[in-house]
């Protein structure tokens, strides 16, 4: 379960481990600004069950980092390196079940580039093992929302327990960039409702 728990947090939070060749400018927000916590969603956003977790220090993971896939190298998608402000909330069910939500701002122009780099990441790291699992991803719907953003389905099969699936619900609205995942609530319409709550927190 260890293995299985860690393979999760790579594809709902990203990754911190370092990368050989990759300057710290690629990794982290260039000149990151305070940003307002009000465009996060409140726990009750995501459903009466669920809770806000402990706070993180530091400035968010790109949400995309795929530091497992051996196709996947941080070098390669620049536009993170572009970001003015971010902002992070994790959540928690009783039984462990974990989201996340994001919003990022971004230097003018780079917002749309940061698409791009999350296109090319599901193309080069759509399916790949890794602790023994298969990690996929399938782009739901390429524009969610009325086209705002990306509605994507990340799995991980295992060989012997139920499949683990996240939806990340991706949504632009000029330089910001939204980004909630969260556990398979079991319906569409319970992400779409998610999502309209985010457009909403957007302004």
């Given at each position: ?147 705002l953003g990306m509605l994507v389905r990340g799995r991980i099969a295992h060989a012997d327990i ?9 949504l632009r609205r000029g330089e910001t960039v939204s980004t909630v995942s969260l556990p398979d ?14 457009v909403a927190r957007l302004g």
């Open positions: 379960m260890p293995a299985v728990l860690s393979a999760l947090v790579v594809m709902v939070a990203g990754c911190h481990q370092s990368e050989p060749g990759v300057g710290p400018d690629e990794r982290r927000t260039a000149n990151p600004q305070r940003d307002d916590s009000s465009m996060l969603l409140g726990a009750g956003d995501l459903g009466s069950d669920w809770r806000a977790d402990a706070a993180r220090t530091g400035s968010p993971p790109w949400p995309w980092e795929q530091d497992t896939c051996p196709h996947y190298r941080s070098g390669d998608y620049p536009a993170k390196s572009h970001r003015r402000a971010a902002v992070q909330r994790y959540y928690r069910l009783a039984d462990g079940s974990a989201a996340h939500h994001v919003v990022e701002t971004y230097e003018p122009g780079w917002a749309e580039r940061n698409l791009d780099d999350v296109r090319r990441v599901l193309l080069r790291c759509a399916s790949y093992r890794v602790l023994g699992s298969q990690v996929s991803f399938d782009v739901v719907d390429p524009r969610y929302f009325e086209g139920p499949d683990t699936v996240t939806y990340f619900v991706m609530p079991g319906s569409q319409v319970a992400v779409d409702s998610i999502a309209a709550r985010a």
